[in-house]
């Protein structure tokens, strides 16, 4: 694996190269193959540097799902999302566009999340952390869909979020690996899905 520190990056914060290290170690070799030294050697820093920064895997895996959020959320582009006065077919469009960025951009960012989401169903302490950095998205989004005249805003909230979730899994890690729907196609979906949801 080449290491985050020769990709090009003008200096991160230590922090961030251990944190993008510690998600690249996930994408690639899974939960079990994630030790502290193996993120010193992976991001060409000494060994006991990454101990140094987070002494425990709890300590780790949160350094890590806080750069996810992070990542995730200039990959959502949560400015980019409408008005509630747009409508649903602008709400449509700004969706489908953060979900194709998801798909076609970075798989092995959602390969990470899908490890941390796992390890979080067997760590409450992990789970508790990795459900807060989440909170953002999805109370921007029950905002304007109840802004947009949604008469059950956390249902429709839920349905977006997991119709979202289950493609990019099926695109990233399931039975729908070799086919990555075009923007169109996602769109598409999704004003389906809204046309159900909103008014008019």
């Not at 895996?61 to 995730?72: F, P, S």
């Not at 990470?112 to 952390?129: H, S, V």
């Amino acid at each position: 694996m080449r290491g985050v520190a020769d990709q090009g990056d003008p200096g991160p914060a230590r922090s961030d190269l251990v944190a993008d290290t510690t998600l690249a170690l996930l994408a690639e070799r899974g939960m079990r193959g994630l030790t502290h030294r193996a993120v010193d050697t992976a991001a060409g820093l000494p060994q006991g540097s990454t101990s140094n920064l987070a002494r425990t895997r709890q300590a780790l895996l949160e350094l890590a799902v806080r750069r996810l959020a992070d990542r995730e959320a200039r990959v959502l582009a949560l400015h980019e999302m409408p008005d509630p006065g747009a409508g649903a077919d602008s709400l449509a469009d700004a969706l489908a566009l953060a979900t194709h960025r998801a798909l076609t951009g970075d798989r092995a960012l959602s390969l990470a999340r899908y490890e941390l989401a796992l390890e979080a169903t067997r760590r409450p302490e992990l789970r508790a952390y990795f459900d807060a950095t989440g909170a953002r998205f999805r109370e921007q989004l029950a905002a304007l869909v109840a802004g947009m005249g949604s008469t059950d805003p956390a249902r429709h909230t839920l349905s977006l979020i997991a119709w979202a979730d289950g493609l990019m899994f099926s695109c990233v890690a399931g039975s729908f690996g070799a086919e990555v729907p075009s923007l169109e196609e996602v769109r598409a979906g999704l004003r389906e899905l809204l046309g159900g949801m909103l008014p008019g």
